[in-house]
């Protein structure tokens, strides 16, 4: 009865508060937001004369469509460069692995961090936290030197170079070293907050820790998995530096984004090609969140982002 | 007939590698597994200690492989010469603060960590309010933070674009921002070559990507405001402004600055913008889109390396300052 009152207040309060200028101008801002996609979608759907001679809105009022930049960009290769297709299918061979192995790793760890008793747990957490502070630029050349050349003291190999470059290995590698840190921060936020209660009951039954994390912690720590899943997910598909610099400019290797970054540099023109390769390049990631934004908004919330 | 046979071979090539690509996921899983299963056959004073090299060890040997370690010899090889042969002193550092054009740079990535982030934080604080007081604000949420899941290079060829500005009179604009100034009246130009505009240009480009981001973290903590106190403030007769001035933003100030800092950092590093729409000509470039280039165009590893560490510097405070608010926030709980 009191709840019921008191919602009642709430929805009053509320609905003062609510005002159909917020939602006009919200709404005004939205299509804003909005126009430059578009403007980018509807061109990419245009005949190329089309494009070069006037305006993608003025197909409001002579509409002129064409599916044949999506197929030109996408299938027609040019001299030594592969058609965008392939670049997509790299793009997939980088993501995949580079989402599964960090989180793998990830949630290992932070199941460690949040359940063994051992000294020093508070100072690795705190000390992953704070490895965000190195930038990703810190680690390019280093890491680099030793997929490319192994690690050497004096005339003494330590690790050697495995003959990984120019494979997709090396970006796997450093995609994984990098989404760690966030990965581990958010997981363990999730797995730290299982109730005590379970946890202990099921020590008390018997289990050891490696069951506890099989029956109870990886079961329930699924929805902290998905919206990190999706945070790995966009940061590697859209990702340029990483497979840049990893990639070592091999064309069998290197994914949508390279291309597109080099499309712009020496085709700034063909605008047919950018915005069809530029549309197909964004089509992925944007499906992912519209059907998962429910756990990427969590992950957002929960830690802040990553760098 | 040879474009059949080069489709073929095209196919051939993507199906080679997405097999590579299954068996890789597909061994990865078995190595795991197989970890897991020997690890837990062990006796239980076996496993006291197994169980830190199964569950601890990989991810801290990663960390420190791949972010430690490397931070460290960063560090040493930005006091060492180009192929990193021999000692040069602070030389690096003296080349970075003296030159000209990396003076550019620096003042550059300045204005990208003032501008953007106060930028992109008040314009999402604006549009939390406004979606508040909506009766369903889900579609214009998501549609302003959608870019959010657009690339910085997906986002630059759409601005690109925008921006694009016909030097021919006799030919129609195709860019936006070209036939909106010319629809008001103005002769437009050629935007991205026109400094010190065109660093502005860039920086709208990612606002338009971050807005959506600082939206919805203080949309969140709008939402956590406890009811009472807005209804005091309303029985009070506090208007919308007031209430915003004096109620929602001192409420919510904690997130604001975590928001500004973590855009702060996303501005120091940013890189792919720069280098999709100018590739860093035009007097655009800044930190990061340098370092790239020092390193592995001049292949300077002195150079490139006294940059990132610049970098870092800039990032240390901020971070620090998201560190303590993290404690403090565990320690409130």
Redesign the interface.
Known sequence: MAKAIKQGKVEVVKSHLSSPWASFVAILVAVLWTIPTFGLFVTSLRPQTGINSSGWWTVLTKPEFTLENYSRVLFEGRGATPPLSQYFVNTFAIVIPSTIIPITIAIFAAYAIAWFDFRGRNFIFFGIFALQVIPLQMSLIPLLQLFSGGLHIGSVTIIPSFGITGTFIPIWLAHTMFGLPLAIFLLHNFIAQLPRELMEAARVDGADYFKLFRQIVLPLSIPAIASFAIFQFLWVWNDLLVALTFGGGKREIAPLMVRLAEMTGTRGGDWELLTAGAFVSILVPVAVFFALQRYFVRGLLAGSVKG | MLELA??QS?LE??AS??T??VI??IV?AIF?SLA?YL??RTS?RV?RYV??F???A???I??F???????I??LY?SFRDARGDNFVGLENYIWAFTQPEILQILRNTGIWMVIAPIASTSLGLT?A???????R?G??K?????????????A???????Y?FQPNDR??????LS?IAEWLGFVPTNWILTAPLNTFLLIVVFV?IQ?G?AM??LS?AIKAIP?EI??AS?LDGAS?WKRFGKVTVPMIRGTII?VLS?IT??A??V??II???T?GNFKTSVI?NE??NQ??RALN?GT??A???I??LG??PL??Y??MH??RERSER
């Open positions: 080069a489709r095209q090539q993507a590698k997405l590579g690509l890789t996921v990865f795991v897991f690890a837990e239980e496993q169980k830190y199964l569950f601890l990989p991810a801290l990663f960390l492989i791949g972010l430690i370690a490397p931070a010899r960063t090889l549009i309010v406004l979606t508040d007081r909506m009766k604000p579609l214009v998501s549609l302003i933070f959608m870019p959010m899941a657009i690339s910085f290079v997906g630059g060829i759409i601005w690109k674009f925008v694009q030919v129609a604009e195709i860019g936006l036939q338009w807005t981001f919805v973290i969140a009811e807005l209804e309303m919308g975590v973590t950092i996303g120091l590093k890189f792919d280098r999709t729409m590739g990061a370092m790239y390193s592995f590893y490139g390396s940059l990132a560490i970098l870092f990032v240390i971070v620090a998201n560190v993290l404690r």
